[in-house]
């Protein structure tokens, strides 16, 4: 059974930064995609980065500004987000591939307001 618990958010003033974590059971964060995804209020779900075996994807509005990573002994994937904009605020879910079956976290809330 494959797990994935988020944490991280919170509120931060625009250009502040934030860490999620995405605490991963049941896969291999190392083999097997994994990947942050945001929904914004009033808006559809988006892709904000993935990685797979070191390889990394990020959308081009957090190029430059978010990276993701990997501990492979922690079994965790983190997104480090720096110079955070309001247009940011959304609730983050970490979401993996394994053998075919996409599994999604609950979601943790990013809020970039003054």
């Known amino acids: 059974q494959v797990q994935l618990v988020e944490s991280g958010g919170g509120l931060v003033e625009p250009g502040g930064s934030l860490r999620l974590s995405c605490v991963a059971s049941?896969?291999?964060?190392?083999?097997?995609?994994m990947g942050w995804y945001r929904r914004a209020p009033g808006k559809q779900r988006e892709l904000v980065a993935d990685?797979?075996?070191?390889?990394?994807n990020y959308a081009d509005s957090v190029k430059g500004r978010f990276t993701i990573s990997t501990d492979d002994d922690k079994n965790t994937v983190y997104l480090q987000m720096n110079s955070l904009k309001p247009e940011d605020t959304a609730v983050y879910y970490c979401?993996?591939?394994?053998?075919?079956?996409?599994?999604w976290g609950k979601g943790t809330l990013v809020t970039v307001s003054s």
């Open positions: 990685i797979t075996a070191g390889r990394t």
């Open positions: 049941g896969t291999i964060v190392s083999i097997y995609p």
């Open positions: 979401n993996t591939n394994y053998y075919g079956i996409i599994y």
